[in-house]
């Protein structure tokens, strides 16, 4: 079954501990993606990799770190995470076309709350 | 101003009814036009994927852009309690991978 995978789905952490969201795609992708969804603000990008070894900053990558070394698979880092850093947090993939994105698959979604 | 907005809802509705959702954008660079659909504690999944100006059908659903009016919308007939949930649109440049989401409208469908 083509799919994207979130690890973990639920993540209650402390001020300051770093941790890693994983996730994965078994599709073949070029493009990877992490998302946050906040009420009110919808979802936001906050990182992407068009290919392996290539990532840049989406709209708020400010405490955030990824890594694309492997094709499949786009961790999002978290080296220092703050309360305001509580969210739903989405990763997503897709095929790419002459530059382009294709439909972007999304996978079920962590759910941090950082205390 | 926000490059995408979209009225957050709940927007409660009976079985059967015919349902309007929009957004509206600022940004006229945007050429692809998608709604996704994203049920309570899911990711988003697509539903409608557009170019340009016009209409697209895909069963009770329908996509409509107005890009002189930068306006987009989706209408479902004979709405089901099956489409209760959060409807997002979702627009891209031309030239660029990256998609801007508007905040969703929850939609409630009652049997």
């Known amino acids: 079954e083509a799919q994207v995978t979130q690890n973990p789905r639920y993540l209650i952490t402390v001020t300051g501990k770093k941790l890693t969201v994983t996730c994965s795609q078994n599709m073949n992708h070029e493009y990877m993606s992490w998302y946050r969804q906040d009420p009110g603000l919808g979802l936001r990008q906050i990182y992407y990799s068009m290919n392996v070894e290539v990532t840049d900053k989406g709209d708020v990558p400010e405490g955030y770190k990824v890594s694309r070394k492997e094709k499949r698979n786009f961790p999002l880092i978290l080296e220092s995470p703050s309360p305001n850093q509580t969210s739903l947090y989405f990763c997503a993939s897709s095929a790419t076309s002459g530059g382009y994105t294709d439909t972007q698959y999304f996978g079920p979604g962590t759910r941090l709350t950082v205390l | 101003q926000k490059e995408v907005e979209q009225d957050p809802g709940p927007l409660s509705v009976p079985e059967g009814a015919i349902v309007s959702l929009n957004c509206t954008y600022s940004?006229?660079?945007?050429?692809?036009f998608m709604w996704y659909r994203q049920y309570s504690r899911k990711g988003p999944e697509l539903l409608m994927y557009t170019y340009s100006s016009g209409n697209k059908e895909d069963g009770r659903f329908t996509a409509q852009v107005d890009k002189s009016s930068k306006y987009i919308s989706l209408f479902i007939r004979d709405s089901q309690p099956s489409d209760s949930a959060t409807y997002l649109c979702?627009?891209?440049?031309?030239?660029?991978?990256?998609?801007?989401f508007g905040t969703g409208t929850r939609l409630l469908v009652s049997p």
């Open positions: 979702a627009l891209q440049n031309t030239g660029f991978q990256k998609l801007v």
């Open positions: 940004n006229s660079a945007f050429q692809y």
